[in-house]
């Protein structure tokens, strides 16, 4: 996965979603819809429209106009595609959706300034760039996403989806599983995720499958992490501890642990794997 950094300039163009079934929606709307549904997508400008792959991530910086910083983050679930300028010229650019798991209201919600991007190694980075869509250095990005989880589980940010997530609704579907087992925020987050990995390894806690191991190096780094505290017991100042919260899991072990509501313990799910191992044993069949 790689990251990409996009701008948004108010003073060029207005926010304006565009997906067609989603209606015309300003920012206010889009972050309102991003928090009664979980899901925000916006086509925006990628000047690195030869290396951006679906899956991506993406962090939208607000320039032009005061107060400048990061205000929003997503995936990117799209393939490059060709659309007419904002400007209504007679001329084509390269775009991608992106589907936002955070979005800010520069204007009323606290913001990761560039004054914080332009201090440290961070600085390394071109915060002001002429162009959207460009990737943000590799060596960077793993600070980027600490400073940035650590701004939005500290900050007082309306909707933060970092300290109130209330209902089923704010969870997003991954391809991947035999089951499609939706993801918390907390759960795809890639600073999360990377602590969570880094502490338990990338061994399903249930089943002891590794991808890598079984699959080659398609599989390197690929599990999925799941959130062990209910969405129902988590208060307004509930933030999340990567190693407490978080177990790296196989989608097939985290799609059973969804299967009843409220879920399986990991501990009921690691005696139901045994279980079923003494009475229905796999044989290897050559
Ligand atoms: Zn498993
Ligand atoms: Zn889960």
Known sequence: MNTY??????????????????????????IGQLYETGKVVQKWSVASHKSI??????????????????????FVTSAPFLSRHWSGE???????????????????????????????NLAAQHW???????AIKTELVD???????????????RFNPFSTLDGENRKIFTEGAQIQVPLTRYERNPYARKACIEHYGLDCVICKFNFQSNYGSVGKDFIHVHH???LSE???????DPIKDLRP???????????RKPAYSIDEVKQLFKNALRTFPVLPTV
């Open 228 to 230: 062990l505290i209910q």
């Open 143 to 157: 600070e980027l996403e600490a400073i940035w989880f650590d701004f939005l589980t500290t900050e007082k940010i």
């Open 5 to 30: 950094l996009f701008v948004w300039n108010p003073d060029k163009w207005d926010w304006v979603n565009l997906k067609p079934e989603d209606g015309q929606l300003n920012l206010e709307q889009s």
């Open 234 to 240: 988590i208060g307004k100042s509930y933030n999340i």
């Open 90 to 120: 007679n001329k084509d650019v390269y775009r991608v959706m992106i589907d936002f798991e955070v979005l800010l209201n520069p204007d009323i919600d606290p913001i990761l300034g560039t004054d914080i991007l332009n201090t440290g």
């Open 128 to 134: 002001t760039p002429q162009a959207s869509g460009i």
């Open 249 to 259: 899991v196989c989608p097939n072990c985290h799609a059973i642990i969804h299967k």
């Open 53 to 74: 792959q679906i899956g991506d991530r993406a962090f939208l910086l607000r320039l032009g106009r005061k107060p400048k910083g990061i205000f929003a983050s997503g």
